[in-house]
């Protein structure tokens, strides 16, 4: 079983629309949650972090978190084509010491149309 | 946020010889930093861990003699492939960490590498 897993996609959205972005993590222990943005020929930056269950909303996102499912999820509102890009979901262990270590998805493509 | 920066952003080589590429954490100490390849198409895959002063630790299937990494400061990471070959192109990420508890990673912009 995977560490983290996302449904690669693609996933299209028409422009306005609210694109659903899900992951899926195995080890009960996780305690830290990000998302990351990956353009084509780029690097992943960093969109949102998320700790807590529930949700937690900055901007256009929303991530929701459900530890009882393992189960973490991106809302992006008012899709932008610029949103168009590769999504990772990544995922800290709580017994991870020192190394600080990332197990990240294989990210869902988004695209959005104008 | 952090700042990391890597250098060459593309470099091109011939197949045998050795590639440098640096990584430097430009307004943090990072207490860790982690070397990722990227495959077209594909996710991240860590390649190896290093900690400021200690000797890096390699991914399962990741060759050491191979991609060598050097932590010499709390700013600045190394990874030198040796002996280059075609199947060694890729792009290849570095992110540095202050190790504090539950905090991310700050990536650098990446490095493509093309063996000829």
């Known amino acids: 079983q995977k560490e983290v897993e996302q449904n690669s996609g693609p996933l299209s959205v028409p422009e306005g629309a609210i694109a659903s972005l899900n992951c899926t993590y195995s080890d009960r222990g996780s305690q830290s949650f990000f998302w990351y943005r990956q353009y084509s020929g780029k690097s992943p930056e960093l969109i949102m972090f998320i700790y807590s269950n529930g949700d937690k909303e900055d901007g256009r996102f929303t991530a929701q978190l459900n530890k009882a499912s393992q189960y973490v999820s991106l809302l992006i509102r008012d899709s932008q084509p610029s949103d168009s890009a590769t999504y990772l979901c990544?995922?800290?262990?709580?017994?991870?010491?020192?190394?600080?270590?990332?197990?990240f998805g294989t990210g869902t493509r988004l695209t959005v149309i104008p | 946020g952090a700042v990391v920066s890597q250098h060459p952003s593309r470099v091109i080589c011939k197949s045998g010889t050795s590639v440098k590429i640096e990584c430097r954490s430009l307004d943090f100490q990072a207490t860790t930093m982690f070397w990722y390849r990227q495959f077209p198409k594909q996710s991240l895959m860590l390649m190896a861990t290093?900690?400021?002063?200690?000797?890096?630790?390699?991914e399962q299937g990741v060759e050491k003699d191979k991609f060598l990494i050097n932590h010499a400061s709390l700013t600045l990471s190394t990874l030198t492939v040796t002996s280059a070959h075609p199947e060694d192109s890729s792009f290849y990420i570095c992110s540095g960490g202050t190790g504090a508890y539950q905090e991310t990673q700050y990536f650098g912009p990446g490095t493509r590498l093309l063996v000829l």
């Open positions: 290093s900690n400021e002063g200690s000797k890096a630790t390699y």
């Open positions: 990544a995922v800290k262990k709580a017994d991870q010491t020192g190394a600080n270590n990332l197990f």
